[in-house]
């Protein structure tokens, strides 16, 4: 069973900082590219960090500099280092494990996502 178990949201004022956990089933987390994703109330759903099949990571242009994304491969899992967190930063975030780079066998799916976890930025 195919699962992304996501953790590490909350509530934080303003500047402050949040890491956010995804730990992944073995076989996505090995074969897929892992990235974070986020939708605010009322916007569509953005892609916030995100690693390539070459190994490099992809950032939105509002988080590059404030945001991290890194895994730890013995624990399958990534996180998302959140710091001078903004108002605007404020969203459901995602796990995402994005499995397009390649054929997938027909008992995966091309997308896995995590269930969300709420960042709330505010004073």
């Known amino acids: 069973q195919v699962q992304l178990v996501e953790s590490g949201g909350g509530l934080m004022q303003p500047g402050g900082s949040l890491r956010l956990s995804c730990e992944a089933s073995?076989?996505?987390?090995?074969?897929?590219?892992m990235g974070w994703y986020r939708q605010a109330p009322g916007k569509q759903r953005e892609l916030v960090a995100a690693?390539?099949?070459?190994?490099?990571?992809n950032y939105a242009d509002s988080v590059k500099g404030r945001f991290t994304i890194s895994r730890d491969n013995t624990r399958n899992t990534i996180y998302l280092q959140m710091n001078s967190l903004k108002p605007e930063d404020t969203a459901v975030y995602y796990c995402?494990?994005?499995?397009?780079?390649?054929?997938?066998?027909?008992?995966?799916?091309?997308?896995?996502w995590g269930q969300g976890t709420q960042v709330t930025v505010s004073s």
């Open positions: 995402n494990a994005d499995g397009t780079s390649r054929v997938q066998p027909s008992h995966l799916e091309y997308y896995y």
């Open positions: 073995e076989i996505i987390f090995s074969t897929y590219n």
């Open positions: 690693f390539t099949s070459g190994g490099s990571t």
